[in-house]
């Protein structure tokens, strides 16, 4: 199982990204999916995940600004990020609570795509 995220770059403060994330391999069904992200010299933390069934949960900072999405047909999550702050600056991983077999849940990580907010 692999899950590829692309989309990160380098914007101004205020601008907009938005990033994606597809899960590919021996897939039997996923569940959540979601972002972290993990800024130098911190701890990894959530920005926002999303169920199969469509709740979501955002990380304080970022709810009005950011808004997660996915395409079950395509096992593939979508971060939209507006007006993005210097703060927001960090790796972005995407995530996966997934099984390959039917009865055995797992977690995966995506290799991460960095986002920088700077002027």
């Known amino acids: 199982v692999q899950l590829q995220a692309s989309g990160g770059g380098l914007v101004q403060p205020g601008g907009s990204l938005r990033l994606s994330c597809a899960a590919s391999?021996?897939?039997?069904?996923?569940?959540?999916m979601g972002w972290y992200r993990q800024a130098p010299g911190e701890q990894r933390e959530l920005v926002a995940t999303?169920?199969?069934?469509?709740?979501?949960t955002y990380e304080d900072s970022v709810k009005g600004r950011f808004t997660i999405s996915r395409d079950s047909a395509k096992n593939t999550v979508y971060l939209q990020m507006s007006n993005l702050k210097p703060e927001d600056t960090a790796i972005y991983y995407c995530?996966?609570?997934?099984?390959?077999?039917?009865?055995?849940?797992?977690?995966?990580w995506g290799q991460g795509t960095q986002v920088t907010v700077s002027s």
């Open positions: 995530y996966a609570f997934l099984t390959t077999t039917g009865s055995r849940w797992s977690h995966y």
């Open positions: 391999g021996r897939l039997f069904a996923i569940n959540t």
């Open positions: 999303i169920t199969t069934a469509g709740t979501t």
